[in-house]
């Protein structure tokens, strides 16, 4: 659609605006366009037609003057015929043929000649004699010269063979000329023309004329410009107004406005159906752009998108390689029991920063990640990453930015705690901390786990044509999910799959910045093979809690303590388990208590809840 290229940046080439590679022209220079090319076409086929009818006339005077000088030539050939046979010079004779024929010629290429019934010349004259030409060469006209001679020899009246020919010399030229029979010399004369040369003036004459009417047309098309901007002058400033709209405001970027604004200035338009078609543009302009602004509010902008270029949004979707991010609120149901109603508030300011941190152009503008809200389920959020490349692409900078939005979620929530807990110090100052005000003081200080997982999923529209939701499905989104579950078990605020590990880690800069240590092999609930869980330690976290908490040093010690754990060494993984002093390995004393490890122990451990 044509207003769909409006939103590239605007662009002026010789005088006309250009948006993108499309250039916007003038309706006035439209209008006048389609009159002088049909003017232009008008005069153009009138002189054409006119010059082929003339050009027919002139081969008809051509062939005229042609038989003419045939006969004159016939003449001056039977009387040369009688002299050389007198004088005993008939080669003479010949000269003074050529020398006749040579007389009548008016064109570069005009010839006249004595030809053989075998081809060979009795005389070749030619005004043009750049090019040598020894014999009849058209052997096709020379047959039918032959058969015309023959047929006439038969009826008893050879003197009557004579006609018009059309031939081509050894070197392709077209001729077209008159022949007759001289039985004297036995040959056949013939006087021809190159057609080129009649073509050639009557183009002479085409492209003169053509000239004239192209310097009219020249002329009449400055006053018609003159004349139309007068009369589309309010065109040529509704059309200024649209571009400057689209320089000041890129519709596909933009989040949301408050408010949308009329393009248009119609204070001082006059009065007329221009007018009111841009009346009507601008109401239209602030309905669609004011739903745009609603419906981007409801679904992602992935599919704002497509509704906005393809206007429709389909049934369909694709298998995808995709990064999947899932957060929970923690102890969720507890709180809303406390808060009732106004658990809601709550969660506007949770997904007001979460929202922010992963979807394009949220809130937070540092914090922007090449991803889109896959869905609210309550208190959770799916994100889901690497939608903007292809079908077939494989970019592993989506599970990096993945990762560093799980961070950046979990320090934001730690910092929204950090002013609950600023707020409970003022109001025990001031002694308006009672019981009630502690359940709703904890109920509010939320704490959230991260998931990520990725893989193929399919990633499409699904629903009916009546109602439909743009998601993603699959195992690996389950499986995200299930990964955050595990965050509460093993008292991480985020957890990876495998998956992500080895794509951040075909990321030089990633691969420097994260640290991923294996927590657990885990058989979740529903599967029957254990799957590798990592914590990502991030060597550039600037919050000073998370600096201390989360240390290389401790971390491999109970990488340590992992490895015996794995091998049934339970002994030796409890001495390194309580050495890392981490919460995670906590779990795995209160897990493997002081006992050894099982008979046939795998090193994988089965959840038996989701």
Not at 533 to 544: G, V
């Amino acid at each position: 659609m044509f207003f769909s290229k409006l939103k590239k940046r605007q662009k002026t080439l010789l005088g006309f605006q250009k948006v993108g590679e499309t250039a916007i022209v003038p309706i006035s220079v439209k209008i006048l366009s389609i009159f002088v090319i049909l003017i232009l076409l008008s005069c153009l086929t009138t002189n054409f037609i006119t010059l082929v009818f003339s050009q027919r006339q002139t081969i008809l005077m051509t062939n005229d003057l042609l038989v003419y000088q045939l006969s004159d030539l016939y003449t001056t050939a039977t009387n040369q015929f009688q002299i050389g046979m007198y004088s005993q010079k008939q080669d003479e004779s010949v000269k003074s043929i050529e020398e006749t024929a040579r007389r009548d010629f008016s064109r570069p290429h005009s010839l006249a000649m004595g030809v053989r019934t075998d081809g060979s010349f009795l005389f070749n004259a030619r005004n043009d004699t750049s090019k040598s030409w020894y014999r009849f060469s058209d052997e096709e006209a020379l047959g039918h010269l032959n058969q015309s001679y023959a047929a006439a020899v038969e009826a008893g009246s050879p003197e009557r063979v004579e006609g018009s020919i059309s031939f081509t010399s050894p070197y392709g030229d077209e001729y077209m000329g008159v022949y007759k029979w001289h039985d004297d010399w036995k040959c056949f004369l013939i006087r021809g023309e190159l057609r080129a040369d009649t073509r050639k003036e009557m183009y002479s004459i085409f492209f003169k004329i053509s000239l004239i009417i192209v310097i009219l047309t020249i002329g009449f098309v400055f006053v018609g410009i003159s004349v139309l901007n007068l009369l589309l002058s309010d065109v040529r400033k509704f059309t200024k107004e649209v571009y400057d709209l689209q320089q000041s405001q890129d519709m596909n970027n933009s989040a949301p406005a408050a408010q949308t604004k009329a393009p248009i200035d119609l204070s001082e338009a006059s009065n007329d159906d221009i007018t009111y078609l841009a009346a009507n543009f601008n109401d239209l302009y602030v309905n669609t752009a004011n739903l745009r602004n609603i419906f981007q509010k409801f679904v992602s902008k992935n599919v704002v998108d497509t509704a906005y270029h393809d206007h429709k949004v389909e049934l369909k979707g694709e298998q995808r390689q995709l990064t999947i991010l899932f957060t929970d609120i923690k102890n969720f149901t507890n709180r809303t029991e406390v808060l009732g109603n106004d658990i809601i508030r709550l969660l506007n300011i949770h997904y007001n920063s979460i929202i922010g941190i992963i979807q394009p152009d949220g809130l937070v503008e540092e914090n922007r990640s090449k991803a889109f809200i896959g869905s609210l389920i309550g208190d959770a959020v799916l994100g889901v990453f690497g939608i903007n490349g292809t079908k077939d692409s494989h970019d592993p900078q989506k599970s990096v930015d993945a990762v560093a939005c799980a961070w950046k979620m979990t320090v934001q929530t730690k910092s929204f705690r950090q002013k609950m807990d600023a707020r409970r110090k003022e109001l025990m100052d001031e002694g308006r901390f009672d019981d009630q005000a502690q359940k709703v003081y904890e109920a509010v200080r939320i704490d959230i786990g991260v998931g990520i997982d990725g893989g193929e999923v399919f990633y499409g529209n699904i629903g009916s044509n009546k109602y439909m939701a743009n998601t993603v499905i699959g195992d690996n989104v389950n499986s995200a999910s299930r990964i955050e579950g595990l965050t509460r078990v093993y008292r991480l605020p985020v957890l990876v799959s495998e998956y992500v590990v080895e794509e951040i880690k075909q990321v030089r800069e990633a691969a420097e910045r994260y640290r991923f240590f294996e927590v657990d092999t885990v058989q979740v609930k529903g599967k029957k093979i254990g799957k590798r869980i990592y914590f990502p330690l991030d060597l550039e976290q600037t919050d000073e809690e998370f600096k201390s908490l989360y240390t290389v040093e401790k971390f491999e010690e109970f990488e340590i303590g992992l490895k015996a754990y794995y091998d049934g060494d339970w002994k030796s993984a409890r001495s390194h388990f309580k050495k890392s002093e981490l919460d995670v390995a906590q779990v795995f004393l209160s897990r493997i208590g002081l006992k050894s490890a099982p008979e046939g122990w795998s090193g994988i451990w089965t959840m038996t809840t989701k």
